[in-house]
C-alpha cells in the first residue's frame, strides 16, 4: 500500500510514537509573533527553561503593527508594549526577530516562504491559524495555540495525534477572472466551515497545478476555513523553482540533495485516503461571501439563500448572520454599494497579488463612496512593488499603498472597518466583528475587489474582461 | 508543571444554542494585548455582551441572571476560526470548567484540553436535550463525568457517553502538563536530531 504525501512527511518527523499517545512529532521551523508569544515565554521562565533550540525559530511583528508610519514609535500603547515584549523575549532567549524596521519583517506566512525558510517536506508551525500557508509547498504546517507554542519553545517538537486524511481534487479549466481565492471560497462554500474538521487536505488535480506559488498559498492559507488540520499540495518544478535561490534556501550541493529529496514528496498512485473530494473549474464563478462565517459563499451573480433552504436547527444562526450582514432573504449582491475595500492580509498580499491588482487599476479610479486600503504582506514585498511602480498606479487609482503587517484582517491595529459598514475584503474571516466592532466583511479575491471599488459596488469581475476583449 | 485537575462537575447550565461560534465572538481580536493569561473572562464575548458603550445587552444569556453554572452548551463547530488560545484562557477565567457542543473546532478544543476546560462532544439529539431541558427548567442540571465519561441530564436521568483521549484524559485527571511528558524523552530528540 503506498502512502500519502501527509504520511510521508508525518513519518519522517516522528520522534516516539507510542500506543494511546499522540505522537512526538518535530518541528523544523517554529515561527513565532507578538500576540500569541508573550505568555509562553512567560511559562518557559516559570519553568527555568531555555528556547531549545533557537535557532530554529523565527520571530516577526505583523498582527498589530501600524500600516503608516512604521518607523515611528507605536501609538496604541497596549500594542507597542506587546511588540516592546517581544523584541525584549527575542533578545534574552536568543531568537532572531524581524521587527518593525528590519528589511525582512512581514506578515509571518509571508515572509516564511518569501525567505526559503518555507520548504518542501518540513514541520512548520505557529501560533496563528493560517499557518496552513505554508502546506502550499509540500509541507506540514498549522497553528497552534500559546500551550504548544511553549511546547514548541521547549522542546522543538509538538505532542499530536495523527489527522485522518482528505483528497480535494480540482480539474478543468478556469473562467476567466477566476483564480485561487475563487477556488477555496468555492470548496469551502460546497463543504461547509466544518467540512475538513480532523483532516489533512491534499489538493490535487490540474487546476490546483496550474497555479503559481501565490495561488497555492491562498488555497492552503484557507484550509482552516473548513477546520482542516492542515492543507498541503506535492512539491513540482514550480515549487522548486519558487524556492531557488531565496534568502534561506540550501544552496550549491545542499540545494541538489534537497532537490532529490523533494522529488520523493507525492501522494502514491494507491495510497489510500479516508476522503477524496472532485470538483470541476469550470463550475467556479468569482466568489463573494454574505454571512458569517466563510462557508456562507455564493458566485457573485447568485442570490442569497432563503432561510426557508436550512434546517429547522439552523435557521436561528442564518438570522443572525443575514441580520448582523444587513442583507435579506434572496438578495443579491451585485450592484450593492460598498463602503471600504481591503486588499491585503496572508491570504492576498503577495507581489503577485499586487500586480495583478495594479494591471486591472492602472487607467482607472475608485468610486467616491469607497476607501482603499493595500497593505502588501511584508517589507520586501512593499518595496518590491515600488521597484516595478505599482505604488505609482495605485496613487493615481486612489488605492493608497501602506506598510506590511496583518492589518484590517483582524482589525488589532487602527484599520478597522467603522460600524455597519461594508468591505469587500481579500482577508481571510468574515466574522461577526473581525474588521472591527460591527463591521461587515464580504470576502473576494483580489480582482472582484479592485473591480468593485473601482464601481463602488459589488461587481462582476467578468463583465470588465468581456469590455477588454471587445477592446482588444 | 501542574495544571488544573477535572474529573467529575454537577452544575446548571449556559445555554448558547448559536451554530458557529468562532474564537472571534468568544474574545475579539482588540482585546488580545495583554501579555498575562489572567483577566480574559472580563471580555468573554464581548461584542454580544455588551453595547458599543459598554452596556449589557440584557437579551445575551450571560447577562441573564436566570442562567448560571459551570458548563457552557453552545451548537456546533464551536470554536471555529483563530488559534487564539485567549478563547479558551475566556472561558476558563469567566468561571465555566466545561463546554458541552456537538462538534468542536480541532485548535479550540486542543486549547481547551491544555488548560484544564474539558470539551465535551455529544451527539446532535443529545444537545436538543440539554437544550429542552434547560429551558424547562433554567436551575436545570448536567453531571460529567471525566473518570467514566458520561454526561447526563440530572432530572431525566438521560446520559451519554462521550469520547476523549485517554493521554489528555490522564493529564486532566491528574493535572499532568504535555511539557514535562516531552521532556522526558529529551534523549530521543537529540537522537532523532543526530539521525537527519
Known amino acids: ?472 | 508543571m501542574a495544571t488544573k485537575i477535572f474529573k467529575h462537575i454537577q452544575t446548571s447550565v449556559v445555554p448558547l444554542p448559536i451554530e458557529n461560534i468562532d474564537t472571534d465572538q468568544i474574545i475579539p481580536a482588540r482585546f488580545l494585548k495583554a501579555t498575562t493569561r489572567e483577566g480574559f473572562g472580563n471580555n468573554l464575548f464581548r461584542d454580544w455582551r455588551f453595547d458599543g458603550d459598554d452596556n449589557p445587552k440584557p437579551d445575551f444569556v450571560l447577562n441573564n441572571p436566570n442562567f448560571s453554572g459551570k458548563i457552557l452548551v453552545a451548537g456546533k463547530n464551536f470554536g471555529c476560526g483563530s488559534s487564539r488560545e485567549h478563547a479558551a484562557w475566556a472561558i476558563a477565567d469567566y468561571g465555566f470548567d466545561a463546554v458541552v457542543s456537538s462538534f468542536f473546532a480541532d485548535i479550540f478544543k486542543g486549547n481547551a484540553l491544555n488548560n484544564g476546560l474539558l470539551p465535551v462532544q455529544v451527539s446532535d439529539d443529545f444537545l436538543k436535550k440539554i437544550f429542552e431541558a434547560v429551558y424547562a427548567d433554567e436551575h436545570a442540571v448536567v453531571e460529567i463525568d471525566l473518570v467514566d465519561q458520561f454526561i447526563k441530564i440530572v432530572a431525566t436521568g438521560e446520559q451519554e457517553t462521550f469520547e476523549v483521549n485517554p493521554y489528555k484524559k490522564a493529564c486532566m485527571t491528574n493535572g499532568y502538563d504535555d511539557i514535562d511528558y516531552i521532556l522526558s524523552k529529551k534523549e530521543l530528540i537529540k537522537e532523532f536530531e543526530e539521525s537527519k
Not at chain 1, 463573494?288 to 442570490?303: A, F, K, R, S, W
Not at chain 1, 499586487?354 to 479610479?365: D, I, N, P, S, Y
Open chain 1, 1 to 472: 500500500m503506498g502512502q500519502t504525501l501527509f504520511d510521508k512527511i508525518w513519518d519522517a518527523h516522528v520522534v516516539s510514537s507510542n500506543e494511546g499517545f499522540p505522537d512526538i512529532l518535530y518541528i523544523d521551523t517554529h515561527f513565532i509573533h507578538e500576540v500569541t508569544s508573550p505568555q509562553a515565554f512567560d511559562g518557559l521562565r516559570t519553568r527555568g527553561l531555555p528556547v531549545f533550540r533557537p535557532k530554529q525559530t523565527v520571530a516577526t511583528a505583523d498582527h498589530n503593527v501600524p500600516t503608516i508610519d512604521q518607523h515611528l514609535p507605536i501609538k496604541e500603547e497596549l500594542s507597542r508594549y506587546q511588540v516592546d515584549m517581544l523584541t525584549k523575549n527575542c533578545k534574552e532567549f536568543g531568537i532572531e526577530l524581524y521587527g518593525l524596521g528590519h528589511p525582512f519583517q512581514g506578515i509571518v506566512h509571508v515572509i516564511g516562504p518569501e525567505l526559503g525558510i518555507t520548504r518542501p517536506g518540513g514541520t512548520y508551525v505557529c501560533g496563528d491559524s493560517h499557518t496552513s500557508t505554508h502546506g502550499a509547498f509540500g509541507a506540514i504546517a498549522f497553528g497552534i495555540g500559546t500551550s504548544q507554542v511553549e511546547q514548541v519553545m521547549a522542546t522543538q517538537c509538538l505532542l499530536q495525534s495523527r489527522p485522518k486524511r482528505m483528497k480535494i481534487e480540482v480539474n478543468g479549466k478556469l473562467q476567466n477572472g477566476v483564480g485561487a481565492k475563487d477556488i477555496i471560497l468555492y470548496i469551502i462554500a460546497q463543504i461547509s466551515a466544518a467540512g475538513g474538521t480532523g483532516y489533512a487536505v491534499e489538493y490535487a488535480g490540474d487546476t490546483i497545478r496550474s497555479l503559481s506559488m501565490e495561488g497555492r498559498m491562498t488555497i492552503c492559507n484557507m484550509s482552516i476555513e473548513m477546520g482542516a488540520r492542515c492543507g498541503l499540495i506535492a512539491p513540482d518544478e514550480t515549487t522548486i523553482e519558487y524556492v531557488k535561490g531565496r534568502e534561506f534556501a540550501p544552496k550549491g550541493e545542499e540545494w541538489d540533495k534537497a532537490v532529490a529529496y523533494w522529488k520523493t514528496l507525492y501522494s502514491d498512485a494507491d495510497a489510500s485516503f479516508d476522503e477524496v473530494l472532485s470538483f470541476k473549474a469550470e463550475d467556479i464563478e468569482p466568489m463573494i461571501t454574505y454571512g458569517t462565517n466563510p462557508g456562507m459563499g455564493i458566485g457573485v451573480t447568485q442570490h442569497v439563500p432563503e432561510t426557508a433552504s436550512f434546517e429547522a436547527k439552523e435557521q436561528g444562526s442564518y438570522k443572525k448572520a443575514l441580520e448582523y450582514m444587513g442583507l435579506h432573504d434572496d438578495e443579491q449582491l451585485l450592484g450593492k454599494p460598498i463602503d471600504y475595500v481591503f486588499i491585503g492580509s496572508c491570504t492576498n498580499s503577495r507581489i503577485e497579488d499586487l500586480r495583478q491588482v495594479a494591471e486591472f487599476v492602472k487607467g482607472k479610479h475608485k468610486a467616491d463612496n469607497v476607501t482603499v486600503w493595500v497593505v502588501p504582506g511584508s517589507k520586501q514585498v512593499q518595496e518590491q512593488a515600488i521597484r516595478e511602480g505599482l505604488d505609482k498606479i495605485f496613487d493615481a487609482a486612489g488605492f493608497p499603498l501602506r506598510e506590511p503587517g496583518c492589518s484590517a484582517c483582524l482589525g488589532m491595529n487602527e484599520d478597522k472597518i467603522p460600524a455597519g459598514k461594508y468591505c469587500v475584503s481579500t482577508s481571510n474571516r468574515n466574522f461577526e466583528g473581525r474588521q472591527g466592532p460591527n463591521s461587515r466583511t464580504f470576502l473576494a479575491s483580489p480582482l472582484t475587489a479592485a473591480a468593485s471599488a473601482i464601481t463602488g459596488v459589488v461587481t462582476d469581475i467578468r463583465e470588465f474582461l468581456k469590455e477588454k476583449e471587445l477592446v482588444g
